[in-house]
C-alpha cells in the first residue's frame, strides 16, 4: 500500500549513539491509530539512524488498519502484526539485520506524560520495559508532596 499523503514528521526520540545495555532504541508517540498516516514518517526517520528498514513488527491492537506492505520512498517495508507482541512495542529490522526497539506511545496520552516517556526510553541507560514507562513519566511529573500550585 501507498499512503495518500507526504510523510509526517514523526514525533520520535532516539538514542545518540547505539547501546545494547539500554532495553530501547527510543520512543515514539504518533498522532493518530491509522498506519499508513504515521508508519512512512517514521521508517524514514530510522533509516536515517540505522539504515533501510527491510520490516516492521507491532502489535496487532489499537490500530485502524493492518495493512502487509507499506511503499516507503520508492521501496515496499513487510509489516507484521502481532496479537502477541505488546501494544507499546515496535521492532524495526533493518536490511543488514539491525534491530531497533521503540517505545509505542498512544496517540491519546497527554503531552507532558507522552514526552517524558519517550525521553526515558531514549536514555542509554534505560533499564524500564516499554510496558512500564508510560507510568513511569506519570510519576515524574506529580508534583512533590507538600508542594502547591497557588501563588502567594
Known amino acids: 500500500m501507498t499512503a ?3 510523510p509526517s514528521t ?3 526520540l532516539l538514542q545518540s549513539v547505539a547501546t ?18 504515521e508508519l512512512p514518517g517514521l521508517i524514514l526517520a530510522l533509516e536515517d539512524y540505522r ?5 516492521i513488527l507491532l502489535g496487532a491492537t489499537g490500530w485502524a488498519s493492518r495493512p502487509h506492505l507499506l511503499d516507503v520512498a ?17 521492532t524495526a529490522i533493518s536490511t543488514s539485520g539491525t534491530r531497533i526497539d521503540l ?11 507522552a514526552w517524558a516517556a519517550i525521553g526515558l526510553a531514549a536514555q542509554s541507560t534505560n533499564t524500564t520495559h516499554a510496558s512500564e514507562l508510560i507510568t ?5 511529573l506529580l508534583p512533590s508532596e507538600g508542594k502547591t500550585d497557588s501563588v502567594g
Do not use: F, Y
Not at 74 to 90: I, Y
Open 136 to 140: 513511569a513519566a506519570d510519576h515524574l
Open 103 to 113: 517505545l509505542v506511545v498512544p496517540p491519546g496520552v497527554n503531552m507532558p506524560t
Open 10 to 12: 514523526p514525533r520520535l
Open 74 to 90: 520508492g521501496r515496499a517495508v513487510r509489516l507484521v502484526w502481532s496479537t502477541s507482541l505488546p501494544t507499546d512495542l515496535l
Open 51 to 55: 539504515g533501510p528498514i527491510h520490516h
Open 20 to 37: 545494547r545495555d539500554a532495553l530501547l532504541d527510543g520512543g515514539w508517540w504518533p498522532r493518530s491509530n491509522i498506519p499508513m498516516a
Open 4 to 6: 495518500e499523503s507526504p
